[in-house]
């Protein structure tokens, strides 16, 4: 089971964006990266080209990278506090994240 997933609410801990919060776009595991968006903004210039019949004009398009998963901490949603990601099997036998600082399930 994934520590952060899709949809989490996490605060960026090193980086150019120390101290923002935002949401999780797409977690890449194998790379061990994250993209959270509206951060780390990165920018890609693109050249003027020719599709068919019509001018695609230059520009630079801005879109966010992907972080390192270490860079970044989770959200608890109940303490609003960045925290640790811990695990617990419940009674009926799922197994759900637990924030370690006030020890409520996070999903």
Known sequence: ?????????VEIVAGKDLGERGKVQSVLPK??????????????HQKARQAGSRQIAAQIITFPGA???????????????RTRVGFRVRDDGFKVRVCKKCKSDIE
Request: aromatic share 0%; net charge neutral; with cysteine.
């Open 67 to 81: 972080m390192d998963l270490s860079n970044v901490m989770i959200v608890c949603p109940s303490c609003d506090k």
């Open 31 to 44: 790379e061990n990266r994250v993209v959270v968006e509206n951060l780390n903004m990165l920018h890609k």
């Open 1 to 9: 089971m994934q520590r952060i997933k899709t949809g989490d609410n």
